[in-house]
């Protein structure tokens, strides 16, 4: 069966800090990838999505960026951190754009 | 963008009472889904729907594609404990499969 690892749990950061936050995906090939960020109470927004290696679509214009190094990867970062980008970050999967996603436990992210 | 009002906000109820919470759009969705989120954890899916006016359960859980397109709702029958958590739905637009919008939950208290 396919599972989705995000790491790290928690994370505190100073603001003007870099951010590297990891997902990988296993029992699946070539899976479409997404990252999304939850703020407090509120529903979940689409930041970046991945349908192959290397190829990265935006959502949103920000301070983050995304990669994808390998086909089950996807790693976000940022090189200066704002205290704008606390929440909950969390990865998503799915065999194609059209058939649902499915979530990894997220990262909660703190910025001081 | 197509943005989806999901109501109510939250919900407090005594165990073993049915629950109902809904979700519309000004816009049409080609699918409708529903997840569930605990403290601390990624949504998790509880119900995919693909066509209009498609009703399809789960368990406890029932939920239907409105013949619009532009709304949902998800019923719980005989509320139990661990039905505590926040219920998001989740829809995608035409034009983009990748593009997922997210109600912003109703909060499910479950009284024993």
């Known amino acids: 069966s396919q599972t989705i690892h995000q790491w790290p749990a928690t994370l505190v950061q100073p603001v003007g800090s870099p951010l590297s936050l990891e997902c990988t995906v296993e029992?699946?090939?070539?899976?479409?990838l997404y990252w999304y960020r939850q703020a407090a109470g509120r529903g979940l927004q689409l930041l970046f999505y991945?349908?192959?290696?290397?190829?990265i679509s935006s959502e949103v214009p920000q301070n983050l960026s995304a990669s994808r190094p390998q086909d089950r990867q996807f790693i976000l970062s940022s090189k200066k951190l704002l205290l704008s980008d606390s929440g909950f970050y969390l990865c998503?999967?799915?065999?194609?754009?059209?058939?649902?996603?499915?979530f990894g436990d997220g990262t909660r992210l703190s910025i001081l | 963008g197509q943005q989806l009002n999901q109501s109510p906000q939250s919900m407090f109820i005594q165990e073993g009472e049915d629950v109902s919470m809904n979700c519309t759009s000004s816009?049409?969705?080609?699918?409708w889904l529903w997840y569930k989120q605990e403290p601390g954890e990624g949504p998790v899916l509880l119900i995919a729907?693909?066509?209009?006016?498609e009703l399809t359960s789960n368990g406890r859980l029932t939920a239907q594609f409105g013949i619009t397109r532009k709304d949902s709702f998800l019923n719980i029958s005989a509320s139990i404990p661990s039905d505590v958590g926040i219920y998001f739905c989740?829809?995608?637009?035409?034009?983009?499969?990748?593009?997922?919008?997210f109600g912003a939950g109703t909060r499910l208290t479950v009284k024993p």
């Open positions: 998503a999967w799915s065999t194609q754009g059209s058939q649902p996603q499915h």
């Open positions: 029992g699946t090939s070539n899976p479409n």
């Open positions: 991945s349908v192959g290696i290397g190829q």
């Open positions: 816009s049409i969705f080609n699918t």
């Open positions: 729907l693909y066509k209009a006016g």
């Open positions: 989740a829809g995608q637009p035409p034009g983009n499969n990748n593009d997922m919008r």
